[in-house]
């Protein structure tokens, strides 16, 4: 088992990191990725997007969970964003263990909270000898599964429709309703969505409806406005 004592656990974690991410060294230099050691991911940027494989992790004492996520980053998003003072964290990310469902037609609603609550949503490290076997079934979704979405999705094109196909729709691929509003409004005007106008005023409702904070509520506004110029 991999004891980790308060005192040194922050050397033990860095251990940890650096070997998994020495795992994939040769699938970053294959596929254009660069390993990020600080950020703890694979990160590959273009002109027109910045993508990512990266994890979250949760410790204690004896065990680290890791969640491997595949993110996306439109840059005229988040610039149109920036500039209405508003903090978008992705265009659209996915755990890369939901993705496998849903690529296999059993997500549903449920799925998420039900993966969560029973830790299906993470890989589990007790101590160096598991970091292998977890390279390797990080490298098999990203191969199977996280290569394609983020081929998938990393154009607005896609993202319109991706949000505005059926908007009204749970989405696993924002943070919220609140953030699917404003991907969906911005996506929408970046593609001149014929629909345009229609997804305003869907949008326009459900932030009036719902308890977003004032930070989300100002920045759909602002945004709005703006998309008007």
Avoid at 7 to 35: D, T
Avoid at 119 to 138: E, M, P, V, Y
Wanted: overall charge positive.
């Amino acid at each position: 088992m991999l004891k980790i004592k308060k005192k040194n656990y922050f050397m033990k974690l860095i251990e940890v990191k650096n070997n998994f991410l020495l795992g994939f060294e040769e699938f970053a230099k294959e596929n254009q990725f660069k390993i990020v050691k600080k950020d703890f991911a694979i990160k590959k940027n273009t002109k027109e997007y910045i993508c990512t494989f990266d994890f979250t992790y949760n410790y204690w004492q004896d065990e680290i969970h890791l969640f491997p996520f595949a993110t996306i980053k439109i840059n005229q998003i988040h610039n149109i964003c920036k500039i209405n003072g508003y903090d978008l964290n992705y265009t659209a990310f996915i755990n890369l263990l939901f993705l496998e469902k849903y690529a296999k037609n059993k997500y549903d609603e449920n799925t998420r909270w039900k993966m969560q609550y029973n830790q299906k949503d993470r890989f589990k490290i007790f101590s160096l000898n598991d970091i292998d076997k977890i390279i390797d079934k990080t490298l098999n979704l990203i191969y199977k599964y996280g290569l394609n979405y983020i081929e998938k999705y990393s154009n607005i094109k896609s993202i319109d429709n991706l949000y505005n196909k059926n908007p009204f729709d749970y989405n696993l691929n924002c943070s919220g309703l609140n953030t699917h509003c404003i991907i969906g409004l911005i996506s929408a005007k970046l593609s001149k969505n014929k629909n345009y106008d229609k997804l305003e005023k869907i949008y326009s409702k459900i932030v009036e409806d719902n308890d977003f904070n004032d930070i989300d509520k100002i920045a759909f506004d602002k945004i709005k406005k703006y998309l008007k110029n």
